[in-house]
Protein backbone atom coordinates (compact mmCIF):
# COMPACT_ATOMS: atom_id res chain seq x y z
CA UNK A 1 0.00 0.00 0.00
CA UNK A 2 1.16 3.81 -1.15
CA UNK A 3 0.39 6.70 -0.15
CA UNK A 4 1.31 10.18 -1.40
CA UNK A 5 1.98 13.42 0.17
CA UNK A 6 3.93 16.96 -0.76
CA UNK A 7 7.43 18.11 0.25
CA UNK A 8 8.42 21.61 -0.79
CA UNK A 9 6.27 21.14 -3.88
CA UNK A 10 7.01 17.40 -4.91
CA UNK A 11 4.54 14.73 -4.40
CA UNK A 12 6.87 11.92 -2.55
CA UNK A 13 5.83 8.23 -1.88
CA UNK A 14 6.09 7.43 1.91
CA UNK A 15 7.13 3.78 2.65
CA UNK A 16 8.34 1.62 4.95
CA UNK A 17 10.24 -0.43 2.91
CA UNK A 18 7.79 -1.99 0.94
CA UNK A 19 5.42 -2.78 3.20
CA UNK A 20 3.50 -0.11 4.45
CA UNK A 21 2.42 3.45 4.14
CA UNK A 22 4.57 5.95 6.10
CA UNK A 23 2.84 8.78 7.82
CA UNK A 24 2.76 12.28 6.57
CA UNK A 25 4.66 15.16 7.35
CA UNK A 26 2.65 16.40 10.30
CA UNK A 27 3.40 12.62 11.64
CA UNK A 28 7.21 13.40 11.63
CA UNK A 29 6.92 16.51 13.05
CA UNK A 30 4.83 15.37 16.00
CA UNK A 31 7.55 12.86 16.12
CA UNK A 32 10.28 15.71 16.09
CA UNK A 33 8.78 17.47 19.13
CA UNK A 34 8.11 14.62 21.20
CA UNK A 35 11.48 13.67 20.86
CA UNK A 36 13.16 17.57 21.20
CA UNK A 37 14.97 17.69 17.74
CA UNK A 38 15.73 20.52 15.87
CA UNK A 39 13.27 21.23 12.80
CA UNK A 40 11.99 24.67 11.39
CA UNK A 41 13.25 27.73 9.38
CA UNK A 42 16.90 28.00 10.56
CA UNK A 43 19.72 27.31 8.85
CA UNK A 44 20.66 23.42 8.93
CA UNK A 45 23.86 24.03 10.43
CA UNK A 46 22.99 26.51 13.31
CA UNK A 47 20.24 23.66 14.05
CA UNK A 48 22.97 21.32 14.48
CA UNK A 49 25.45 23.05 16.10
CA UNK A 50 23.14 24.69 18.94
CA UNK A 51 24.97 22.39 21.38
CA UNK A 52 22.53 20.92 23.08
CA UNK A 53 22.60 16.53 23.01
CA UNK A 54 18.87 16.47 22.22
CA UNK A 55 18.75 16.99 18.80
CA UNK A 56 18.26 13.53 17.54
CA UNK A 57 15.24 10.90 16.68
CA UNK A 58 15.09 7.32 18.47
CA UNK A 59 13.29 4.99 17.64
CA UNK A 60 12.79 3.36 13.66
CA UNK A 61 13.09 5.96 10.49
CA UNK A 62 10.78 6.65 8.72
CA UNK A 63 11.59 6.54 4.66
CA UNK A 64 10.87 8.62 2.06
CA UNK A 65 11.31 7.88 -1.31
CA UNK A 66 10.97 10.67 -4.09
CA UNK A 67 9.65 9.12 -7.85
CA UNK A 68 12.00 9.52 -10.24
CA UNK A 69 10.22 12.05 -12.29
CA UNK A 70 9.63 14.09 -9.25
CA UNK A 71 13.36 14.34 -8.25
CA UNK A 72 14.47 17.73 -7.97
CA UNK A 73 17.77 19.18 -9.78
CA UNK A 74 21.17 17.16 -8.57
CA UNK A 75 22.50 18.38 -5.16
CA UNK A 76 25.69 20.40 -5.45
CA UNK A 77 28.28 20.71 -2.63
CA UNK A 78 32.22 20.51 -2.05
CA UNK A 79 33.77 19.36 0.78
CA UNK A 80 37.29 17.76 2.18
CA UNK A 81 37.21 14.61 4.37
CA UNK A 82 38.97 14.16 7.61
CA UNK A 83 41.73 12.63 5.74
CA UNK A 84 42.29 15.84 3.37
CA UNK A 85 40.19 14.33 0.30
CA UNK A 86 38.23 16.26 -1.64
CA UNK A 87 34.58 15.38 -1.61
CA UNK A 88 32.16 16.64 -4.46
CA UNK A 89 28.67 16.05 -5.76
CA UNK A 90 30.15 16.30 -9.06
CA UNK A 91 32.94 13.26 -8.58
CA UNK A 92 30.49 11.05 -7.37
CA UNK A 93 28.19 11.18 -9.89
CA UNK A 94 27.18 7.99 -11.59
CA UNK A 95 27.25 6.42 -8.18
CA UNK A 96 24.58 5.44 -6.13
CA UNK A 97 25.34 7.77 -2.64
CA UNK A 98 24.66 7.32 0.72
CA UNK A 99 24.84 10.30 3.25
CA UNK A 100 24.66 9.47 6.67
CA UNK A 101 24.27 12.80 8.99
CA UNK A 102 25.69 11.91 12.65
CA UNK A 103 27.36 13.41 15.97
CA UNK A 104 29.16 11.32 18.44
CA UNK A 105 26.74 12.33 21.41
CA UNK A 106 23.94 10.98 19.98
CA UNK A 107 22.81 7.87 21.01
CA UNK A 108 20.90 6.78 17.34
CA UNK A 109 23.78 7.62 16.01
CA UNK A 110 25.48 5.02 17.72
CA UNK A 111 22.37 2.08 17.27
CA UNK A 112 22.68 2.52 13.60
CA UNK A 113 26.48 2.15 13.29
CA UNK A 114 26.60 -1.46 12.74
CA UNK A 115 23.94 -1.14 10.24
CA UNK A 116 25.73 1.59 8.26
CA UNK A 117 28.50 -0.95 8.55
CA UNK A 118 27.11 -3.79 7.12
CA UNK A 119 25.60 -2.50 4.10
CA UNK A 120 29.08 -0.56 3.33
CA UNK A 121 30.70 -3.51 3.51
CA UNK A 122 28.48 -5.15 1.23
CA UNK A 123 29.51 -2.75 -1.37
CA UNK A 124 32.95 -2.29 -0.33
CA UNK A 125 34.07 -3.49 -3.95
CA UNK A 126 31.90 -1.84 -5.64
CA UNK A 127 32.47 0.84 -7.25
CA UNK A 128 29.04 1.86 -8.02
CA UNK A 129 28.28 2.98 -4.47
CA UNK A 130 29.86 5.32 -2.39
CA UNK A 131 28.85 5.77 1.86
CA UNK A 132 29.79 9.50 2.78
CA UNK A 133 29.50 10.21 7.15
CA UNK A 134 27.99 13.98 7.53
CA UNK A 135 29.56 15.16 11.09
CA UNK A 136 27.28 18.31 11.89
CA UNK A 137 28.46 19.05 15.28
CA UNK A 138 31.99 17.33 16.49
CA UNK A 139 35.19 18.52 15.54
CA UNK A 140 37.76 16.16 14.40
CA UNK A 141 39.31 14.22 17.36
CA UNK A 142 35.69 13.70 18.47
CA UNK A 143 34.48 12.63 15.21
CA UNK A 144 38.02 9.96 14.83
CA UNK A 145 37.27 8.66 18.43
CA UNK A 146 33.58 7.39 17.40
CA UNK A 147 34.54 5.89 14.28
CA UNK A 148 37.69 4.03 15.90
CA UNK A 149 34.81 2.92 18.53
CA UNK A 150 32.34 1.59 15.81
CA UNK A 151 34.69 0.69 12.82
CA UNK A 152 33.22 3.30 10.73
CA UNK A 153 35.77 2.95 7.25
CA UNK A 154 34.11 5.14 5.03
CA UNK A 155 35.02 8.91 4.85
CA UNK A 156 33.59 11.77 7.22
CA UNK A 157 33.24 15.43 5.88
CA UNK A 158 33.28 17.74 9.27
CA UNK A 159 30.18 19.83 8.36
CA UNK A 160 29.51 21.38 11.89
CA UNK A 161 31.58 25.07 10.70
CA UNK A 162 30.09 25.50 7.38
CA UNK A 163 26.79 23.42 6.53
CA UNK A 164 27.89 23.03 3.47
CA UNK A 165 26.67 19.57 2.62
CA UNK A 166 23.16 20.07 5.30
CA UNK A 167 22.64 23.32 3.41
CA UNK A 168 23.09 21.53 0.14
CA UNK A 169 19.96 19.39 0.63
CA UNK A 170 17.74 22.45 1.61
CA UNK A 171 15.05 22.73 -0.96
CA UNK A 172 14.94 19.36 -1.32
CA UNK A 173 13.90 16.15 0.97
CA UNK A 174 16.58 17.89 3.34
CA UNK A 175 17.86 15.88 7.01
CA UNK A 176 15.57 17.65 8.82
CA UNK A 177 16.82 15.96 12.35
CA UNK A 178 20.07 13.21 13.53
CA UNK A 179 20.47 10.50 12.71
CA UNK A 180 19.01 10.89 9.13
CA UNK A 181 20.32 8.82 6.09
CA UNK A 182 19.94 10.29 2.80
CA UNK A 183 20.27 8.03 -0.89
CA UNK A 184 21.49 10.05 -3.86
CA UNK A 185 20.55 8.21 -7.52
CA UNK A 186 23.43 8.22 -10.32
CA UNK A 187 22.48 11.53 -11.58
CA UNK A 188 23.24 13.08 -8.02
CA UNK A 189 19.52 13.41 -7.17
CA UNK A 190 17.73 12.91 -3.70
CA UNK A 191 15.86 9.35 -3.94
CA UNK A 192 15.28 8.67 -0.77
CA UNK A 193 15.46 9.67 3.34
CA UNK A 194 15.60 7.83 6.30
CA UNK A 195 15.19 10.03 9.06
CA UNK A 196 16.05 8.81 11.96
CA UNK A 197 18.17 5.57 13.04
CA UNK A 198 18.94 2.93 10.54
CA UNK A 199 17.16 0.56 12.19
CA UNK A 200 18.70 -2.86 10.36
CA UNK A 201 20.06 -3.47 6.96
CA UNK A 202 17.25 -4.78 4.69
CA UNK A 203 15.52 -1.05 3.90
CA UNK A 204 18.92 1.14 3.28
CA UNK A 205 20.09 -2.24 1.26
CA UNK A 206 16.72 -1.95 -1.25
CA UNK A 207 16.99 1.69 -1.54
CA UNK A 208 20.37 1.13 -2.34
CA UNK A 209 19.73 -1.82 -4.63
CA UNK A 210 16.66 -0.29 -6.66
CA UNK A 211 18.61 3.17 -7.63
CA UNK A 212 21.83 0.68 -8.67
CA UNK A 213 19.12 -1.04 -11.15
CA UNK A 214 17.40 2.02 -12.09
CA UNK A 215 20.88 3.60 -12.87
CA UNK A 216 21.83 0.18 -14.71
CA UNK A 217 18.31 0.76 -16.73
CA UNK A 218 18.63 4.55 -18.08
Known amino acids: MTGTTSENGSSVRRTRGRLA ?6 AVAAALVLTGCSSGNDSLSKQYGSGTTQNYISGNGAVTEVAADERAAPVEFS ?3 TDGD ?3 AADLRGKVVVLNFWYAGCPPCRAEAKYLNEVHDDYADSDDVAFIGVNVRDEAGTAAAFERTFGVEYPTVLDARTGTVQLAMSGQVAPNAVPATIVLDTKGRV ?3 VLGAVDGTSILKTLVSDELDAGKAS
Open 191 to 193: AAR
Open 21 to 26: TIAGVA
Open 79 to 81: AED
Open 86 to 88: AVS
